[in-house]
């Protein structure tokens, strides 16, 4: 039987034994022959000349469907024609509505400007700001006379965040002059330009004004020329409720009560000038956060802010920033270039 055959195999395969196959009686197994197929080699390759003609080819038409218009390609950058030299800022957010949604700033801006190459307009950004056309301003900063260009209108480019001040006659190549305009805006909680933040402190939430200009954004809180080669000088005012604080790059020069509005007194933080910087690097926070403060070797004031139940939580980091601050001036042998260094907290 087939068991027996197979277990005749196995005995039979244990002892090595090479004629197992002789013990089954299924036929043995047979494969076809492998077939050889010689190699031939390739046929050579024919041509055959083109005939000469001198009839002129078909022109090829494409239907409208076919044809895609390239798109036109626009220079982003601002012309050269005029720099910033100093900047006069003023920004004022107002956070006392019900609705966040209602929170809006104003603000106005003097900035100081030089003619490059002769020319009639001067273009600067402007981002989401709504600029009251009523109170743009430009005239020479030393004399003003009936012989030197005026402001004679303005213009929007939306894709680019231009808005061109338009003169009556071009500028002088070397002179200086200056454009002042106000300004007004949402102040929007979408972590760009000037916006709102928020907190919780008792079941209520506490808001705060900020800022991220970092790459092209401080267009959405001043008119700028906003590219970080148009590098300037700033003087900025904070003006905020007086139960809150202000900071800024620089440290405050004096702070003053300046008015009354739906019963909130505002105070006015006049702040000193800036080293020639780009528009990016600006900051601005109006907040009621609390500090925790110290000084390194030479005397430069290292701050830490916080809501003020969390001030004690950023002990370690204002260590850690005087210590470091310490260490590479020792290092690089160079001084810290600012006159103080805040560190906070943005919810």
Aim: aromatic share 10%.
């Amino acid at each position: 039987t087939n068991n027996d055959n197979k277990n005749e195999c196995i005995k039979l395969a244990a002892q090595g034994n090479k004629d197992i196959c002789n013990v089954c009686t299924l036929p043995p197994i047979t494969y076809p022959p492998l077939i050889h197929h010689p190699s031939t080699p390739n046929p050579p390759i024919t041509s055959k000349p083109h005939p000469v003609t001198s009839e002129v080819p078909r022109e090829i038409k494409t239907t409208d469907a076919a044809v895609t218009e390239r798109p036109s390609i626009k220079n982003y950058r601002l012309p050269k024609s005029v720099h910033p030299i100093h900047y006069d800022v003023e920004l004022q957010p107002y956070m006392h509505h019900p609705d966040p949604h209602n929170f809006t700033f104003k603000g106005s801006v003097r900035i100081y400007i030089r003619c490059d190459v002769a020319t009639d307009n001067i273009t600067l950004h402007v981002d989401v700001l709504t600029v009251n056309i009523s109170t743009i301003r430009f005239q020479p900063e030393v004399s003003a006379s009936l012989g030197d260009p005026h402001y004679s209108g303005y213009d929007v480019d939306k894709d680019r965040d231009f808005f061109i001040v338009k003169l009556n006659k071009n500028m002088k190549v070397g002179e200086i002059y200056v454009l002042d305009m106000s300004f007004t805006s949402p102040l929007q909680n979408n972590l760009l330009g000037l916006y709102y933040s928020s907190y919780k402190s008792q079941n209520k939430t506490i808001y705060l004004a900020t800022t991220q200009f970092e790459a092209t954004h401080a267009r959405k809180a001043f008119p700028c020329f906003d590219e970080p080669a148009m590098k300037a000088t700033f003087s900025i005012i904070l003006v905020r409720p007086l139960n809150q604080t202000s900071i800024s790059n620089m440290p405050i020069i004096n702070s003053s009560t300046v008015l009354q509005e739906n019963g909130i007194t505002y105070v006015k933080d006049v702040y000193q000038k800036t080293p020639k910087m780009s528009t990016y690097l600006l900051a601005f926070v109006v907040c009621d956060y609390k500090y925790a403060i110290r000084y390194t070797k030479r005397n430069v004031t290292i701050r830490t802010w916080a809501k003020p139940d969390a001030v004690n939580h950023t002990l370690f980091a204002l260590t850690t920033a005087v210590n470091i601050t310490d260490y590479f001036e020792d290092h690089f042998q160079v001084q810290y270039s600012m006159p103080k260094q805040d560190m906070i907290a943005i919810p």
